[in-house]
């Protein structure tokens, strides 16, 4: 049974930068993709990224605008979000969660595991 666990959110300014991990306790490596979403108070949980554990193929939402870097440690059964230039319409809870298979790998509905979330708040 795969878990997963983000960490890294927190309060930050607008422009700065934050980094996103998703630790797996289980096998994430028998999973095809590890993605993030997230969810603003109000609004339906949104795709940001996505990146296939395989071979490290790497897919983005509208929001990630060239800001935002998805990466895998296969060693530590860890994927990472960077996010830069934040905005305050970043600020949100995001999640981390996995998959089998690489179809619909942008829809919520899809994925069979997901973490907690951790909260990111971008200040101005």
């Known amino acids: 049974q795969v878990q997963l666990v983000e960490s890294g959110g927190g309060l930050v300014q607008a422009g700065g930068s934050l980094k996103l991990s998703c630790t797996s306790s289980g096998r994430i490596f028998n999973m095809d993709v590890m993605s993030w979403f997230r969810q603003a108070p109000g609004k339906e949980r949104e795709f940001v990224a996505a990146?296939?554990?395989?071979?490290?193929?790497?897919y983005y939402g509208d929001s990630a605008n060239g800001r935002l870097t998805i990466s895998r440690d296969s060693a530590k059964n860890t994927g990472n979000l960077q996010m830069n230039s934040l905005k305050l319409e970043d600020t949100a809870v995001y999640y981390c969660a996995a998959k089998y298979g690489s179809r619909l790998l942008r829809v919520a509905s899809a994925y069979d595991v997901w973490g907690q979330g951790t909260t990111v708040t971008v200040s101005s």
């Open positions: 990146i296939t554990w395989s071979d490290g193929g790497t």
